[in-house]
């Protein structure tokens, strides 16, 4: 196509009128958002990291030996926290940093967007993602997919500002870059439609340098390290699809809908909603408003700033959907974040286009008491959700204070069950001899051994040691019940 697509109008008219507000709704959310991260989540989890933070910090820490960095994983999110880690060892500090960064974030993505929706639906987006349990505890967490999500909303606005603003190139070409060093597969997911707009439609063409330079510039970390370690770009993604299960097509819906209310990692994937499947309904009409966004803004010709954050929030939703066997809540804060968009647009034109004042105050409090049902049940699941990640995150810093006890400590190695964010907390290398983590063969195993205090972790209920640890010594870790075998040294 050489002319303006008529599907896609990015031109100043689609710009909402900004008006004049005594109150600055979304700094306001901004600051609830922080506020129920320190009051709820921060306090109950702020004393130990879970097995994949353990995995981010450990490359930034000098403290503790790097624990195995998968072929799936991206370097971004160990970036982010270095500062911080190299600094200080306490989690609380780092858990109320993030918080207060990944309040900033939200504050900061949905800005942009306030000359495209207008300041009251921008502010509404924004609390209907902020208010999602999955935002609030993934604020504080060392993990990439709410930075990709806050990314993401932020990459799709500058795009639709590019052409009325020079600069919005350079924030563009920013932010792809950021998200794709957090996360590299979805840089490219969500540079893949944005590339598709920009060729397609004239005004957008500015873009394409941005477009290109910005997720290259972030995979570049990723591409070095494929060589590096891996052997190169197509053998990392073959590792990877392993390490995924297979990637492949995979109808990964149902699996989706029965993690929603956690557990945070669902693989294998056999819960069923949490404790309140009610509670998950939200999710079920997520869709349908979508498309009730997207046929008046068709209907009203104010397209791109609907059209744009459906097609995104697609791509980015799709390996999770339909390529991967198991699911995790995270895995979709990009979709959530951006479907979020024309989801509060289309209510706040609702209620603006009721024009008796009795009638239109009348909708307003039907719209405020569903947004009041809907927060209120993500605070329920939120603090179940957040009790069971406390009490995960205790047992690997009980395990490591039973390990101390029995003389492991650094420099020391740990092998064996959950031995990896075990291993971060008690500062011992770690090492597994199969598995996604595989690092090690059993004959350099038993050489480590001889030079270094080692034990093994066994996973609850066996009775037998490991073939390497037949000669070890077991003990019993009093605070969790887990059994452990110590090598003699020498």
Known sequence: ????????????????????????????????????QLAVVVPQVGFGLLWDESVYASQVDPRRPALFFSAPRSRGISVLVAPVVSV???????????????????????QVWERLVGRAAAALAALLFAGLWITQISGSQVMPNLWVALG??????????????????????????????????????????LLVAAVAVR??????????????????????????????????????????????????????????????????????LGPHPALALWWLALPP??????????????????????????????????????????????????LALPVAALAVRAARRVREPGARRRVAAALGTVLALHLASQLVVLAHTTESTAASAARYQHAAADLHELGLRPPCLLTGYRALPVSYAAGCASAQLRGNNRSISEPELRRRAARVPTAALVEPGRSTAPRYAREWTPYTLTRTGWTVYVAPLG
């Open 1 to 36: 196509m050489t002319g303006t697509a008529p599907v896609l109008t990015p031109r100043a008219r689609l710009s909402a009128p900004r008006r004049p507000s005594a109150v600055p709704w979304l700094a306001v959310v901004a600051v609830g958002y922080a506020v129920v």
């Open 88 to 110: 200080t060892q306490s989690v609380a500090v780092l858990r109320v940093l993030l918080a207060l960064l990944a309040a900033g974030a939200l504050y900061a993505a949905f």
């Open 152 to 193: 993401a909303v932020a990459a799709v606005g500058w795009f639709l500002r590019v052409p009325g603003e020079p600069r919005a190139r350079w924030w563009l070409a920013a932010v792809l870059a950021a998200i794709t060093l957090v996360r590299t597969p979805d840089g490219g997911w969500l540079a893949l439609p």
């Open 203 to 272: 005004d957008w063409r500015p873009a394409l340098p941005a477009l290109v330079a910005g997720p290259a510039l972030g995979a570049l970390q990723w591409v070095i390290e494929a060589y590096v370690r891996f052997g190169g770009i197509g053998e990392r993604l073959r590792i990877s699809s392993a390490t995924e299960g297979d990637m492949g097509l995979h109808w990964n819906v149902g699996t989706v809908l029965r993690s929603l209310n956690g557990p945070l990692l669902c693989r294998p994937c056999e819960s069923a």
């Open 289 to 338: 408003l979508a498309a009730a966004a997207l046929a008046v803004a068709w209907r009203d010709r104010r397209r791109a700033p609907t059209v744009l954050p459906v097609v995104c929030a697609a791509a980015l939703s799709f390996s999770y959907l339909f390529l991967i066997g198991y699911s995790a809540p995270r895995f979709l804060l990009p979709a959530y974040a951006l």
